[in-house]
């Protein structure tokens, strides 16, 4: 069991910048290694399907970015904290969606973009872009 807690969602205006957190867990013993998983955040807006937003391995050699965000958005990682960002960059109305941060316990090396590829998920946090 892992607990993936998401932080740094809100509102902010169009062409803004926000950033968000994820720190993860392991109830009741001693805080959960993400260093040997890839990890990831997806989003989703009000009728839409989730979609990868970026993706990470590991130790942070290897990212995805999803066409919509690539050149705006950088995800990274700090290992030693159990923790992973998200820095968004020239905000647009079309970001807006709650965000998820997600771990795929079975890939360390390699990043996969696909939903149902990651088996833990946090519960996500509202972003909303207004104009």
């Known amino acids: 069991q892992v607990l993936l807690v998401e932080s740094g ?37 009000p009728g839409k399907e989730r979609e990868l937003v970026a993706a990470i391995n590991w130790n942070g050699a290897r990212s995805l970015y999803g066409d919509s965000v690539k050149g705006r958005f950088i995800i990274s990682r700090d290992n030693a904290k159990n923790t992973m960002d998200l820095k ?15 771990l795929d316990s079975s890939t360390s090396h390699f990043v996969r973009a696909g939903v ?6 946090g519960q996500g946090t509202q972003v909303t872009v207004y104009s």
């Open 9 to 45: 969602g809100g509102l902010v205006q169009a062409g803004g910048s926000l950033r968000l957190s994820c720190a993860a867990s392991r109830p009741a013993v001693s805080p959960y290694t993400i260093s040997n998983n890839a990890m990831g955040w997806f989003r989703q807006a």
């Open 88 to 102: 968004k960059d020239s905000l647009k109305q079309e970001d807006t969606a709650v965000y998820y941060c997600a």
């Open 116 to 121: 149902p590829e990651y088996d833990y998920w």
